[in-house]
């Protein structure tokens, strides 16, 4: 069964708990300074953004179909069957295209490092693996970050927006959106407020390139057929025309 | 030569200038990181070396699967004498490419990784492959050329065997990867411009790399003339001409169908950053090479085919940097500019490139003159095209 978390922002008190248990799962460094910026970074794999008294997380969205291992050329993303996103460090290249395609524009660079790793959260890969929720729902003292089976909480979800429609906005932000994330988001404010893209696409972007990429096979079978046709029609006209040549200056020597 | 003198002196100091500031670069980048190297960030990862080194550079050494193509699949046996000097143009370009992802990799000594750590459903991967492959190609091709020179007579023979099957995969695999650039961009639907996110861009890319690779056999040909004293006959000039004008003629139709269809053509009557660097895309590589082009009195002279081959080329750079850069800077919220120290790298990059060449053409049977006096001549007439 897939596992998801449901982020109620009408729940969250900015108490920023959760980014504290996730730099310290993570070993990142976490202090008042770190907890001021409102943004994620290589140092800082989820953040809680505030405006005016309404807040709202940014984390991976842990992708259904994951864009970023879509385009990573050594499949260093993992869609794992629990539901988290995983990264695989010792394949990464460096060659940031999964920074470049990613439609929530999560993954993060050490871009001051001389060999420079991708950061980005993994849903607690590892926990989750091992039955246990992840850091910063276990973190959460009022309940806005729940953890569960992404099925339950996209029910819970619509129930309480059901319960509540005066409350909420009435949108569960990755039930959808580019086929579905395993991190779910409730608001009573509209997500492009805090930097959600609203215009994002319903199907999974990875079918955007493979729908080119697989007729590769088809074209290479084809295009070496077709250039060697083309080839030997224009290689044959040359020797028919030169063995004409010939067979008239063998009749002319003849007469 | 000795009278180029002089104007080889300040090149020359110009060259080692632009090295020495490249090497400072080096230096920074591989000590440093990329942080300290470039303008790059994590709201806009790739910069300069994407776009022009590896984009623009592939674009540019086209002329290398368009002229074996020609030559040797279609059988138009005139342009033989050029097939070396661009299929040697092609093969540098190609290296210098791997060169420059070297500096733009997180990681350059994994650059390996996807030969081996397989992902099929990614545009990176693919490119990856049909990179490596046609560099490999492009060096078996240009090999016999060396192999000469040193008299390796058995290679030599293997490399004619195997010279057809050779150009074959070569024109397959540059027509897979130069679309497949394009591909790379579908990924991002919301955040490349409108201008130029479209369903259709690995053809574009493709259209474009033949019309570039046209533009660039007749560029390469003034630039020999300036510099080696050689150049192609006028005849094989405006042939050239002739079908760059019907490549132009059609990439320019299909772009602008695309607008139309997508309803993009609107966002053409507000002025916005975008929309002056897609007209100036759209002028310089488009609109002025197709009305010169089309008038029979310009096409018919060397000059003229020199302007509209300099102006296809710096249209359809414009074109790749509007791509990779300027229609990603909105979505990213950040204007890029890249550092100094990116552009040192580039511009050392494109000098060791005419370095190398001027080289090559030295020591090595490149030019047709240049071949009679290095071997057998009927030696070498099966051979001259088999590279």
């Given amino acids: ?255 | 030569m000795k009278m180029q003198l002089p104007r080889l002196t300040f090149w020359k100091a110009l060259f080692v200038l632009i090295l020495l500031a490249g090497l400072y670069a080096t230096i920074v980048r591989f000590t440093r990181g990329l942080g300290a190297s470039t303008n790059l960030s994590d709201n806009f990862p790739w910069g300069l070396w994407i776009g022009f080194d590896v984009l623009c550079g592939v674009m540019l050494a086209a002329g290398g699967f368009i002229l074996t193509a020609t030559v040797h699949i279609f059988n138009l046996k005139k342009f033989e004498p050029i097939i070396r000097p661009t299929v040697l143009t092609a093969f540098l370009g190609y290296v210098l490419v791997v060169v420059a992802l070297l500096f733009d990799l997180g990681r350059p000594y994994r650059i390996w990784h996807p030969l081996v750590m397989w992902n099929p459903h990614s545009v990176m991967f693919e490119v990856a492959w049909c990179v490596a492959l046609y560099t490999t190609v492009l060096a078996l091709e240009f090999a016999p050329v060396v192999f000469e020179r040193l008299r390796f007579e058995r290679p030599l023979r293997i490399l004619r065997t195997i010279s057809i099957p050779l150009v074959i995969a070569g024109v397959i695999l540059s027509t897979l990867h130069q679309s497949s650039l394009g591909s790379l961009y579908l990924i991002v639907p919301e955040k490349l411009h409108p201008l130029w996110y479209s369903p259709l861009l690995p053809v574009f890319f493709f259209i474009s790399a033949v019309a570039v690779g046209l533009a660039m056999v007749i560029f390469e040909s003034w630039m020999s003339s300036k510099a080696f004293g050689k150049q192609l006959e006028l005849p094989l000039l405006q042939s050239l001409g002739r079908v760059l004008l019907v490549v132009l003629g059609v990439y320019a139709v299909l772009r602008f169908e695309d607008l139309l269809h997508r309803g993009a053509l609107p966002l053409l009557l507000h002025s916005s950053y975008e929309t002056d660097l897609f007209l100036l895309e759209v002028v310089i590589g488009l609109l002025l090479p197709i009305a010169l082009l089309a008038n029979p009195r310009i096409r018919a002279t060397a000059g003229g085919l020199y302007l509209c081959a300099v102006l296809v080329v710096l249209g359809f750079v414009t074109n790749r940097l509007n791509v990779s850069i300027t229609g990603m800077e909105s979505a990213a919220g950040v204007h890029y500019i890249p550092r100094w120290t990116e552009i040192a790298v580039t511009a050392s990059i494109i000098g060791a490139g005419f370095a190398i060449f001027a080289l090559a053409v030295k020591y090595l049977p490149i030019f047709p003159e240049a071949i009679g006096r290095a071997a057998h001549p009927e030696e070498l007439r099966g051979e001259m095209g088999a590279a």
């Fill in chain 1, 1 to 255: 069964m897939s596992k998801a978390i449901l982020y109620d922002s009408t729940l969250c008190i900015d108490c920023k708990l959760c980014e504290k248990a996730c730099a310290d799962r993570n070993k990142l460094p976490y202090d008042d300074k770190i907890g001021a910026e409102e943004k994620l970074s290589a140092h800082k794999l989820t953040a809680v953004v505030a405006r005016g008294d309404k807040f709202m997380r940014r984390l991976c969205m842990n992708c259904e179909e994951p864009t970023c291992a879509s385009v990573c050329p050594v499949g260093a993303f993992r869609k794992t069957a629990g539901g988290p996103v995983t990264y695989d460090a010792t394949r990464c290249i460096g060659c940031r295209y999964c920074m470049m395609a990613c439609p929530f524009n999560v993954p993060k660079y050490e871009w001051g490092l001389l060999l420079p790793r991708v950061r980005k959260c993994d849903m607690c890969a590892d926990r989750v693996a091992a039955g246990k929720p992840t850091a910063c729902a276990e973190a959460c003292p009022t309940g806005a970050t729940k953890f569960g089976d992404r099925d339950e909480l996209i029910a819970e979800a619509k129930e309480r927006i059901a319960r509540n429609p005066k409350q909420y906005i009435n949108h569960i932000y990755g039930l959808n959106e580019v086929g579905g994330t395993s991190v779910l988001l409730l608001s009573s404010v509209p997500f492009a407020e805090f930097g959600y893209r609203t215009d994002i696409l319903k199907q999974p972007l990875p079918t955007l390139t493979y729908r080119v990429l697989s007729k590769i096979p088809d074209l290479v079978a084809l295009g070496g057929v077709l250039l060697g046709g083309i080839w030997w029609i224009t290689h044959r006209r040359e020797e028919v025309a030169e063995a004409e040549g010939n067979q008239a200056e063998v009749e002319r020597k003849k007469e």
